[in-house]
């Protein structure tokens, strides 16, 4: 490697900010509660001692860089793109645009985006990992009961669980190679980040 500072930057899954925590909520439903506090023990076995569960998890983008498919720091480290207006690199902000039977992209003009880099000049390259992909956003939902079979010794658990509970899609990093030598424009989104909403039920009997 002949310029090693040229590669100081964001690691490859630094991401600026995170938010994720947990919450239980007991239903208000049920003998004891503010909602239907006096009801049979049949009616409290179907509407009572149910509980919802979450985890919500929030971060920005990871770190990435461009590539212009040129080995100018060594063979295995594809040289980042230079950008031609440094001062100005707006138009490479994360701008999610197309879909519905349309390439996804991750820049509001992929054209301009383009425009705005080329290759290495001699040992003049990009700055590595100096731009920041889609953000990530994922609720995990659960809902459950136990019923009581025997006293304490003997106790049915129900419970329910999604994941990704709001579908909500999570795009990954686009196409970063200006040369287009793979025959993807630059800037397209080809994957996800995660996986769509998955549901699961289960039963089990503690004794």
Same mark, same amino acid.
């Given at each position: 490697? /002949?310029?090693?500072?040229?590669?100081? !930057?964001?690691?490859?899954?630094?991401?600026?900010?995170?938010?994720?925590?947990?919450?239980?909520?007991?239903?208000?439903?049920?003998?004891g509660k503010s909602i239907a506090a006096t009801a049979p023990y049949?009616?409290?076995?179907?509407?009572?001692?149910?509980?919802?569960?979450?985890?919500?998890?929030?971060?920005?983008?990871?770190?990435?860089?461009?590539?212009?498919?040129?080995?100018? !720091?060594?063979? !295995?480290?594809? !040289?980042?793109?230079?950008?031609?207006?440094?001062?100005?690199?707006?138009?490479?902000?994360?701008?999610?645009?197309?879909?519905?039977?349309?390439?996804?992209?991750?820049?509001?003009?992929?054209?301009?985006?383009?425009?705005?880099?080329?290759?290495?000049?001699?040992?003049?390259i990009g700055s590595r990992n100096n731009l920041r992909g889609p953000?990530?956003?994922?609720?995990?939902?659960?809902?459950?009961?136990?019923?009581?079979?025997?006293?304490?010794?003997? /106790?049915?658990?129900?419970?329910?669980?999604?994941?990704?509970?709001? /579908?909500?899609? /999570?795009?990954?990093?686009p196409n970063t190679d200006i040369t287009e030598a793979s025959g993807?424009?630059?800037?397209?989104?080809?994957?996800?980040?995660?996986?769509?909403?998955?549901?699961?039920?289960?039963?089990?009997?503690?004794?």
């Amino acid at each position: 490697m /002949n310029r090693p500072r040229e590669c100081r !930057a964001n690691s490859d899954f630094d991401a600026a900010n995170y938010l994720n925590g947990n919450f239980i909520y007991e239903l208000p439903f049920g003998r004891g509660k503010s909602i239907a506090a006096t009801a049979p023990y049949w009616v409290n076995e179907a509407i009572g001692g149910w509980e919802l569960s979450g985890l919500p998890s929030w971060r920005t983008g990871n770190a990435y860089n461009t590539a212009s498919n040129a080995f100018v !720091a060594g063979f !295995a480290n594809n !040289a980042p793109a230079t950008l031609i207006s440094p001062a100005d690199r707006g138009f490479l902000k994360t701008k999610i645009n197309g879909g519905q039977g349309q390439p996804l992209f991750a820049y509001a003009n992929p054209n301009t985006a383009l425009a705005g880099l080329t290759g290495p000049t001699g040992f003049d390259i990009g700055s590595r990992n100096n731009l920041r992909g889609p953000g990530y956003f994922d609720l995990d939902l659960g809902l459950g009961k136990t019923f009581p079979i025997y006293q304490e010794r003997v /106790n049915l658990k129900f419970r329910c669980d999604a994941f990704n509970a709001l /579908n909500h899609p /999570n795009f990954a990093l686009p196409n970063t190679d200006i040369t287009e030598a793979s025959g993807v424009p630059f800037g397209e989104i080809g994957s996800m980040n995660g996986s769509a909403r998955v549901l699961q039920g289960s039963l089990r009997l503690e004794f």
